[in-house]
């Protein structure tokens, strides 16, 4: 234990720090850290070196090279900066490489080089040019913040949604700040600088003058400052040689002490180190990379103080003792063991080995502790073992990942921040797919999690191998997947057609099972016919419109036409669509397929809908009469050339007799012109359209009972013999509560329709005699249901008697 704490180092009386190598650095630079623009990555990321920048002792002839190297010094990408000077580098969180220009334009690019987009941060900077930048990160994402040549601010919060803030001017500036960083307050970045002895900060509507409380006096100017990974404590460094360090709203003061040095640090990250690393501030410590090591500097964790201090008696170490004197076989485990259980401290004492191995680099510390913590849950009977069996999981994931040709050096609190989802897909984005794979199996995630995803991520990179044929790529990519649950074919189709393969794309969507994801992509590819194909194939209507209205506006009309009637239920849609949006169009298209009959209907529904004019009308009608004889339709024919007679004789009697006509039917025609008084008219006009006598009846009868025209009723009675019979006026005449008109028609009706007239009337009695008369059992019958109390109690005896009669005959 106390070569094990050969690298602490106390800092006070209540803490150690110490430091150890993460890898040695095998890189091959070819100039010095301090001659490049230099960026690394939080949590155990990428480091990108912008080699030979633009530097006024250089020659102009001198290319920069931008170089990515992951943390174990492996290189990951290489190339030529053809663009413009740059000033500033910094990744997002994303892990995404932001080069901050000159011009105020800021370059995206990938883990491995590859150019992601570009974004402008304004005018007014592409005027002054850029100072100075800062690349951040807040909960909202990745920002970026600007410096100008006229000593003015712009800030954006989040590059992922760009939104530019013009912070307020500082009064009095003349020339850029001594020092100045990002501070994020409520939610909000704010802007801190230094001028001279005077601290300011900007917000997006004010601009503050503040001061650090206790800060020593003397101070002429703040040469350099540094914000903590999660933005609670600030250090300021002044020209005295002091560091003040207090909380980041300068409230409240921390400490402060004299480091005897006046000359402004290269880097400060909560102390000074020499200008040949470079330090990464990670969220539990520092990251220290020189030209030949990468190291880590941070606070030893508590559960490692208690067991590793010198002489601890903590029950961690006590156990981590017994366990090595158990392998030993010394009698000495046993008492150790004792010792803890009799203060009954064991399973305190197996969870600080827990704790304690997560926060250790090395493997054989890590082994050495949990088979510690293995050998005390072997002596309690209710220990949990969630935490321990978590642990192993996670430490094993960490070991796999901080491997060198890995290259990823997470500490464990660094690693639950970060995540087990943001950590595949840092995996996926170096495309280490089969780590990414293994460690998804391993923890057990759920396949749309995990493996799904992995594999969809895999088949997106493997549509960019162009060295490689479209059938090859197609058919390695579906064995692969296969159903896979979670697996979208269609987003990798996506990346397929943006890699220009737009034929692996298509083959690709054959294995989505999807329509609804199928067609959007395929009318994107400019491939409409197949869109509409598939989308006819998915009996989805919606679908069909949405490609038939693309089609529509990307083919002219005349191939437009050619291509529906190829496809019978598409025709039969987009003409239903037609006939409630675009009626031109639907005659356009019964015009091609030359379906007359259609053609004759559509001229038959324009003439009412669209045409207000007798004449317009009757033209219309005329074209429809046209193309019902083309279709071979007479009786449609004759039908239409019937109502084009009608509307010109309608428009006729309006003429001459006044009221409205138009637009009446037939029979209500005639009906109108017996109401007028207009009977030899209605009766021409009958005899004009061959209407039946039957039917002509029933109208007169109905219009004069309407107009209660009694005498004219009678006689028109007696004008011939009732083709309907005379049982309708009686009828008629009780359904205008008229009964003494029935009466004279009831006497006139047939016999076999007698004892219902008769009823009708409410003549019961002579109804039964009737009845008797005819024999006739359902007459009787109807006779008995029509008999209410005492007054037809004699009638309904009459019958009962006529019925005995017939019976015993």
Sequence with gaps: MDC????????????????????????????????????????????ALLRN???????????????????????????????GPVVSLGWSAEEELLCVQEDGVVLVYGLHGDFRRHFSMGNEVLQNRVLDAR????????????????????????????????????PGLQSAPSCWTTVCQDRVAHILL??????????????????????????????????SFTYRHLALFTDTGYIWMGTASLKEKLCEFNCNIRAPPKQMVWFVLDEDS???????????????????????????????????????????????????????????????QELGQLPQAVQQC??????????????????????????????????????????????????YHIGIPLTYSQYKQLTIQVLLDRLVLRRLYPLAIQICEYLRLPEVQGVSRILAHWACYKVQQKDVSDEDVARAINQKLGDTPGVSYSDIAARAYGCGRTELAIKLLEYEPRSGEQVPLLLKM????????????????????????????????????????????????????????????????????????????????????????IEGRVAALQTAADAFYKAKNEFAAKATEDQMRLLRLQRRLEDELGGRFLDLSLHDTVTTLIL???????????????????????????????????????????????????????????KQHNKYEAKKYASRVGPEQKVKALLLVGDVAQAADVAIEHRNEAEMSLVLSHCTGATDGATADKIQRARAQAQKK
């Design 526 to 613: 400019k491939r409409s016919k197949l869109a509409l194909s598939k989308a006819i194939e998915s009996g989805d209507t919606d679908l069909v419109f949405t490609v038939l209205l693309h089609l529509k506006n990307e083919l002219n009309r005349g191939d437009f036409f050619m291509t529906l009637r190829n496809q019978p239920m598409a025709l039969s849609l987009y003409r239903q669509f037609c006939k409630h949006q675009e009626l031109e169009t639907l005659k356009d298209l019964y015009n091609q397929d030359d379906n007359h009959q259609e053609l004759g209907s559509f001229h038959i529904r324009a003439s009412y809908a669209a045409e207000e004019r």
């Design 278 to 340: 470079y330090l990464v501030p990670e969220l539990d410590g520092v990251r220290i990379f020189s030209r030949s090591t990468h190291e880590f500097l941070h606070e030893v964790p508590v559960a490692s103080e208690e067991i590793f201090k010198i002489a601890s008696m903590a029950p961690g170490a006590l156990l981590l003792e017994a366990q090595k004197e158990y392998e030993k076989e010394s009698q000495k485990a046993d008492e150790y063991l004792r010792e803890i």
């Design 194 to 227: 230094a001028v001279g002895p005077d601290l300011y900060l900007l917000d997006h509507a004010a601009c503050s003058a503040v001061t650090p409380p206790g800060l020593a006096p003397g101070v002429s100017s703040f040469l350099q400052m540094a914000v």
């Design 676 to 734: 007028s008084g207009q009977n030899k008219r209605a009766e021409q006009l009958a005899r004009d359209f061959r209407i039946p006598d039957k039917r002509l009846w029933w109208l007169k009868l109905t219009a004069l009972a309407d107009l209660e025209d009694w005498e004219e009723l009678e006689k028109f009675s007696k004008s011939k013999k009732s083709p309907i019979g005379y049982l309708p006026f009686v009828e008629i005449c009780m």
């Design 354 to 403: 827990i704790e304690a191995a997560g926060h250790e680099h090395w493997p054989d510390m890590q082994k050495s502790l949990l088979r510690a913590a293995s050998f005390g849950k072997c002596f309690l009977d209710r220990f949990p073992p969630d935490s321990f069996v978590r642990m192993c999981r996670d430490l094993r994931v960490l070991n796999a990942v901080r491997d």
């Design 135 to 170: 690349i951040f990160h807040t909960e909202f994402g990745s920002g970026v913040a600007i410096l100008t040549g006229a000593h003015r601010f712009t800030l954006s919060a989040n590059v992922g949604d760009l939104k530019l803030r013009r912070m307020p001017e500082v």
């Design 4 to 47: 094990y704490t050969a690298n602490w180092n106390p800092l006070g009386d209540s803490a150690f720090y110490r430091k150890y190598e993460l890898y040695s650095m095998d890189w091959d630079l070819k100039e010095e850290l301090r001659d490049c623009l230099v960026a690394a990555a939080p949590y155990g990321g990428p480091i």
């Design 53 to 83: 920048p633009w530097r006024k002792e250089k020659p102009a002839s001198a290319r920069p090279v931008l170089e990515i190297y992951s943390a174990s010094g492996v290189p990951l990408a290489s190339l030529l900066w053809k663009s």
